[in-house]
């Protein structure tokens, strides 16, 4: 299957700074990416979607000031939790389809701890 | 929106049991897939199934789309199986940003 690549996989940050988070899909090219939300013992919520050059599409109730995302070329992403408070801490899953396939591929995550 | 409910929520069994997931959906979808979350966080695909059966070594799945559900087989479980299975589901609309909803997830712990 295609391979989804996520960087870091986990990161600490101090409350008030910017954390950036990568999705590479390292085999194929991807148009649209997707940034999911998890929370401890929760289901993955769909938080945006990244549309290569051009705005993300944001989900009601996702502050798109908060979580920039920029998808700058067509396997890359970017995630960047600006301004990141305890309450941003969570797991962030990032997710690609190939052109053509309806089948859709996950990055590892990255567990981010604000403290 | 859509909703999409599978249960059990939790499940445990002993090593060697059967078991069978099932994923309910409000709406008709296009896609739908099954995933293994191991404990590390990483989303396994174990099938993409909007409709009919099919199998990959002890696991199956199979979606019933008229009647809006899809159920995943576990056959002779192993401790490695232990983890959380979700459904995702697409809804029945056309493009490629169509976004992936996910079910509320069984956790399955398998017992030596």
């Known amino acids: 299957g295609a391979v989804v690549s996520q960087h870091p996989s986990w990161v600490i940050c101090k409350s008030g700074t910017s954390v950036k988070i990568e999705c590479r899909s390292l085999?194929?090219?991807?148009?649209?990416m997707f940034w999911y939300r998890q929370f401890p013992k929760q289901s993955l919520m769909l938080m945006a979607t990244?549309?290569?050059?051009?705005?993300?599409?944001?989900e009601q109730g996702v502050e798109k000031d908060k979580f920039l995302i920029n998808h700058a070329s067509l396997t890359l992403s970017t995630l960047t939790v600006t301004s990141a408070h305890p309450e941003d801490s969570s797991f962030y899953i990032c997710?690609?389809?190939?052109?053509?396939?309806?089948?859709?591929?996950f990055g590892q995550g990255t567990r981010l701890t604000v403290v | 929106g859509i909703q999409v409910e599978q249960s059990p929520p939790d499940l445990i069994l002993q090593e060697g049991a059967n078991s069978t997931l099932r994923c309910n959906f409000s709406?008709?979808?296009?896609?739908l897939q099954w995933f293994h979350q191991n404990p590390w966080g990483q989303l396994i695909n174990l099938f993409y199934?909007?409709?009919g059966t099919k199998q990959n070594g002890r696991l199956s799945a199979t979606t019933v789309a008229t009647e809006r559900y899809s159920l995943l087989y576990i056959s002779s479980s192993q401790t490695t199986d232990s983890g959380v299975y979700f459904c995702?589901?697409?809804?029945?609309?056309?493009?490629?940003?169509?976004?992936?909803?996910f079910g509320t997830g069984t956790l399955l712990a398998v017992q030596p």
């Open positions: 085999d194929f090219q991807a148009t649209t």
């Open positions: 995702a589901v697409r809804m029945n609309y056309g493009g490629a940003t169509n976004k992936l909803i």
């Open positions: 997710s690609a389809r190939p052109t053509g396939n309806t089948e859709a591929f």
């Open positions: 990244s549309n290569e050059g051009s705005k993300a599409t944001y």
């Open positions: 199934i909007p409709s």
């Open positions: 709406d008709s979808v296009n896609n």
